[in-house]
């Protein structure tokens, strides 16, 4: 990835996405495969989990550039998923995006307060996806230069 110190606001290029890995989780197979289907065609590098320990076990070894996590699962959910991520100081700068069928003030607030950078609702569109990757990767580029 290049190193290049981003600006504020400023996202990366449809072009740029090829360097970028983004981890999807989600227990739904149909949200997974349509988020793959998504962020693939705009040339992101995607990787699936279907729940909150499935994902923490493969943060480790993938190191995703951006995470998307939904909120209702089975066993870990989003909120201790997000958490349990942003509690590790390695991966406490990766963005992690709250994806919800809810849309309530009170779910994106419990969002924030575990850590999450984002909350999207779903259904989703490519556009709103792609989007967020562009916007989150820049951040966490920019965040990984002003690391070394």
């Not at 499935?54 to 995470?67: F, G, S, T, Y």
């Not at 069928?101 to 996806?129: C, E, I, N, W």
Request: net charge neutral.
């Amino acid at each position: 990835m290049s190193q290049e110190k981003l600006k504020q606001g400023e996202k990366l290029s449809i072009d740029q996405l090829a360097e970028v890995k983004v981890m999807v989780i989600d227990d739904s197979n149909t949200i997974r495969r349509s988020a793959e289907i998504f962020l693939k065609n705009s040339g992101c590098k995607v990787i699936l989990a279907e729940d909150g320990f499935d994902a923490l076990a493969k943060i480790a070894n993938e190191q995703p550039d951006v995470i998307f996590v939904d909120i209702m699962m089975p066993r870990l959910d989003g909120y201790q998923t997000c958490s349990l991520i942003k509690r590790n100081a390695r991966y406490k700068s990766t963005p992690v995006i709250m994806l919800s069928s809810k849309d309530g003030l009170f779910d994106r607030a419990r969002g924030r307060m575990v850590g999450s950078d984002q909350y999207l609702t779903k259904p989703f569109t490519q556009d709103t996806l792609v989007e967020a990757v562009q916007t989150y990767a820049a951040i966490a580029r920019a965040n990984a230069s002003e690391a070394e």
